[in-house]
């Protein structure tokens, strides 16, 4: 059974940084994505980063582009989400997520049709962006 930690939330000022990580465990040999969703208060739960595991191909939202960094820790096992230059609509929970989906279908569906096929989450951190 896979099972999702994640830690790191934390408040920091505009254009400061913060470094997410999310243990993972249980997870499969097969085809998935794994990666960062989040949720702001009175809004639905969007893409931010989903990494492909077969393949190693990111997708990044437009909003993060340029500003945050997934990556893996050398077991596979921990994905971490690099934040820079936050604004304060970063402001939201973050969930790190996986879904045994097959490798082409971001690529033929969108990063948001993701989100909807996503099966695992873990329980949130919380990111505020304040002054």
């Known amino acids: 059974q896979v099972q999702l930690v994640e830690s790191g939330g934390a408040t920091v000022a505009p254009g400061g940084s913060l470094y997410l990580s999310c243990s993972a465990s249980?997870?499969?040999?097969?085809?998935?994505?794994i990666g960062w969703f989040r949720q702001a208060p009175g809004k639905e739960r969007e893409a931010v980063v989903v990494i492909q595991h077969n393949d190693g191909k990111t997708y990044y939202s437009d909003s993060v582009a340029g500003r945050f960094t997934i990556s893996r820790g050398n077991a596979g096992n921990t994905i971490y989400l690099d934040m820079r230059d936050l604004k304060p609509e970063d402001t939201a929970v973050y969930y790190c997520?996986?879904?045994?989906?097959?490798?082409?279908?971001?690529?033929?569906?969108?990063?948001?049709?993701?989100?909807?096929?996503?099966?695992?989450w873990g329980k949130g951190t919380l990111v505020t962006v304040s002054s």
């Open positions: 997520s996986f879904g045994a989906i097959r490798m082409e279908y971001v690529d033929d569906f969108g990063l948001e049709a993701l989100r909807k096929a996503m099966t695992h």
């Open positions: 249980g997870l499969p040999p097969d085809s998935y994505y």
